[in-house]
């Protein structure tokens, strides 16, 4: 499958930014995450769905903040980040891979990843 995010850019502190994640193929078939990173740090996770979306999880730092969502029929998964903090400044990237696993926060476990888009909070 290939990914695609869109929908990041600059925002002030405070703000709410929705970015998106389209499929080439069927996103049904996938449990699928958001990973971020910012400069000169790692890459994170920072949320994860399972494939009927009946199931989220999150990072700390962004519990109660942000909201992860997908619309299978439209092979789209979302990312509703509220509250936004410089903290949050970052290239934010869509993954997938076939299998739920307690190891969901590891991005090397994830085989399908999107080229990311920038997210830049202001203060």
């Known amino acids: 499958v290939q990914l695609q995010a869109s929908g990041g850019g600059l925002v002030q502190a405070g703000d709410s930014l929705r970015v998106s994640c389209v499929a080439s193929g069927r996103i049904s078939d996938y449990f699928m995450g958001w990973f971020r990173q910012a400069p000169g740090k790692a890459r994170e996770f920072v949320a994860a769905?399972?494939?009927?979306?009946?199931?989220?999880y999150y990072a700390d730092p962004v519990q109660g903040r942000f909201t992860i969502s997908r619309d299978n029929t439209k092979n789209t998964m979302y990312l509703q980040m509220n509250s936004l903090k410089p903290a949050d400044t970052a290239i934010y990237y869509c993954a997938a891979r076939w299998v739920y696993t307690a190891t969901y926060a590891r991005g090397g476990e994830y085989p399908y990843w999107g080229q990311g888009t920038l997210v830049t909070v202001s203060s």
């Open positions: 769905i399972t494939r009927g979306g009946a199931n989220s």
